[in-house]
């Protein structure tokens, strides 16, 4: 038994096509985001960008290609609990993720 | 009864020996849900570090860090590693630019995302990449491949201008498979660095320095040895370590009492 068919493990996704490439996709919550701009300083990808008029800036993942590697690091810097990963990356034929549950911080009670 | 077996010890007995009084809360004794101790604490704020202050840091807390390094485990104590660390400025840069070239070579045949869909480029580097990525799929999973993508375009740092790069070099003829006790030494310099308030990242695209006759020679690398990784090592800018992250669960599957169930 196998959980990937041999035409999945030969199978090489590519990554600007949304058929084949999820990437991260993190949740931003507006009224805790001051625009301080850390997270997107932190960002290893690059792939956070501040929007909006000068003094009420907030961040956002940036359009087209943006490949989040879902490390969270954005949360775990951000000082106002504005930002947490909601989606990890996946990926379509050899990549594709398995057996894995969608990301939780660190539990102390099952 | 043959010497060997007179000296077999029974787990009963070592208990009984054990009459000393227990300095922690032994693991069954502690209540689910009970605070992370420090230890713990250390795992979950850990991350991986690539904005660093320019100020070195004192060769002593390099050196504390390599001698925690000294004592990870290995298969059969076989110790399959040796360091390298590199502290001069001028040659880390050489390291960069070295590693960058490379992803900058690499990228002009296989990144097809600077090619327009439906152009003859870009069919040309998919196919290539395609190919590749089936000789070598762990290299160019995508993830990677992102990365060598944005370096190559100069929006990503292999190095991240860390002052401090520890080299774990790994002994090919280690017992068993070397690769893991390279990775648990690793975790040890990383921990460690990690507790002394150092931040680290490990820079795993520093591999093709091991490619290279020149840096070879350059870092000391010869036979039996291999570079598979390195450890960027400096002061941490921000703070970006005193929140946890969120993770995927993994399944687990536990056996007891002849029942097996999955959980995650
Ligand atoms: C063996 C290994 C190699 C890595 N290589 C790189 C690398 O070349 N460049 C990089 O920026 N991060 C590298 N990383 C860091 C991972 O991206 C990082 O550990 C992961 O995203 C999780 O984030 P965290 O370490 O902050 O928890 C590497 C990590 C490991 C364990
Ligand atoms: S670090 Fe937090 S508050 Fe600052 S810009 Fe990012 S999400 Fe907004
Ligand atoms: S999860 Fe990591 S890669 Fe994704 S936006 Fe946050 S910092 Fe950037």
């Not at chain 1, 996946?90 to 594709?96: D, P, T, V």
């Not at chain 2, 360091?83 to 990228?107: H, L, N, P």
């Amino acid at each position: 038994m196998a959980l990937l068919t041999k035409k999945e493990m030969k199978h090489i996704p590519i990554v600007d096509n949304e058929e084949e490439a999820q990437f991260g996709r993190v949740v931003i919550d507006l009224d805790n985001c001051n625009g301080c701009k850390m997270c997107t300083i932190i960002c290893p990808t690059n792939v956070l960008e501040l929007y909006g008029p000068k003094h009420d800036k907030k961040v956002r993942l940036k359009e087209g290609l943006a490949m989040c590697l879902s490390c969270d690091n954005c949360h775990a810097i951000c000082e106002y609990d504005a930002i947490d990963i909601k989606q990890t990356y996946n990926f379509a034929g050899r990549y594709r993720q398995i057996n894995r549950g969608a990301p939780v911080h660190p539990r102390r009670s099952y | 009864m043959s010497d060997a077996a007179q000296n077999i010890v029974e787990t009963d007995d070592l208990e009984q020996a054990d009459q000393r009084p227990a300095r922690k809360a032994k693991p069954g004794e502690l209540e689910e849900g009970a605070p992370w101790n420090t230890i713990e604490e250390a795992f979950l704020k850990r991350r991986s570090i690539r904005k660093f202050k320019k100020k070195q840091v004192p060769a002593h807390l390099i050196r504390r860090v390599l001698e925690i390094g000294r004592f990870a485990p290995s298969q059969g104590n076989c110790q399959p590693w040796k360091f390298v660390v590199v502290r001069d400025r001028q040659m880390i840069t050489e390291m960069e630019d070295f590693c960058a070239g490379m992803c900058k070579k690499i990228s002009v045949p296989l990144d097809y995302t600077l090619h327009k869909k439906g152009t003859f480029a870009r069919w040309r580097s998919e196919t290539f990449l395609k190919l590749f990525a089936k000789w070598r799929p762990n290299t160019m999973h995508p993830i990677p491949f992102g990365a060598v993508s944005l370096i190559a375009q100069d929006r990503f740092k292999v190095f991240h201008h860390a002052p401090t790069i520890i080299i774990p070099l790994m002994d090919t003829r280690g017992i068993g498979h070397p690769q893991v006790d390279l990775g648990i030494v690793g975790t040890n310099l990383v921990m460690a660095a990690h507790s002394l308030g150092l931040g680290t990242c490990w820079v795993g695209l520093s591999s093709f320095l091991n490619d290279s006759p020149e840096w070879r020679e350059r870092l000391g690398v010869e036979e039996p040895y291999e570079l598979l990784e390195a450890i960027s090592v400096g002061y941490v800018l921000g703070k970006p370590m005193e929140n946890t992250v969120a993770r995927e669960t993994h399944e687990t599957l536990w056996i007891e009492d002849g029942k097996k169930e999955l959980f995650y």
